[in-house]
């Protein structure tokens, strides 16, 4: 975290909670997993500046240690539209890049980072404690995990795990004053979910060539 920035905004951080400077009356003095107190108005302060500023890494202005999303979340005082806005922000950050940070849990919306070690079971510990169960989902489909391994090399369990993947991240077709601009390269049949993609000639209309459904429109929001 920019300890410039957090410095500018009058932001501080102590390991004593009867620090003057932790004790503002902006906001509440909470305690972070490193053990500094921070003033919680502040600190949304601060995580607003740095994603405005194109910044996504948290961590502690003191120690530096890395702050997950889960834990700024917690800890700042954000109202619901804040909360949104501020990962309405991580989602575009991150939308260009291929390799995103953040994923959104499919059960409670929040944004969670992608664990370590290559896992691609995310756990989301609102929706474990929700539903008094180890709640997870899928990185790449976005659906609740429903294997029993959350290994890279594991299947989630979902049958439409990577056709939901590929719609997800395919990109957009750049096609301007054509009714496919903007659409996304990649179409799921609605009859058999085979992929098509379009030659961007001619209509929209385009006919799945597995089960020969010719009726998919490749304009419409719903296929």
Request: proline letters at 6%.
């Amino acid at each position: 975290m920019n300890r410039l920035l957090a410095h500018i905004l009058g932001f501080s951080v102590s390991t004593n909670e009867s620090d003057p400077r932790t004790r503002r009356p902006s906001g509440l003095s909470v305690r972070a997993s490193c053990g500094h107190s921070i003033d919680s108005l502040l600190l949304k302060r601060l995580v607003i500046a740095l994603l405005g500023s194109g910044v996504q890494d948290f961590s502690c202005p003191q120690c530096s240690q890395t702050w997950s999303w889960q834990e700024v979340n917690r800890l700042a005082a954000f109202t619901e539209q804040e909360r949104k806005s501020c990962e309405e922000m991580i989602s575009r950050l991150n939308s260009p890049d291929p390799l995103q940070t953040h994923r959104k849990c499919p059960g409670c919306s929040l944004l969670l980072p992608r664990p370590g070690s290559g896992s691609r079971g995310v756990p989301c510990k609102a929706c474990s404690i929700a539903k008094r169960k180890v709640f997870r989902f899928c990185w790449d489909c976005q659906q609740e995990w429903r294997s029993p391994s959350s290994r890279e090399d594991d299947d989630c369990g979902n049958k439409n795990c990577a056709t939901r993947a590929c719609l997800l991240s395919c990109p957009a077709i750049k096609l301007s004053g054509s009714k496919l601009d903007g659409c996304p390269c990649f179409r799921a049949c609605p009859r058999c979910h085979t992929l098509i993609s379009h030659t961007l000639r001619g209509c929209s209309q385009v006919q799945c060539p597995q089960c020969a459904h010719g009726s998919v429109c490749y304009s419409d929001d719903g296929v």
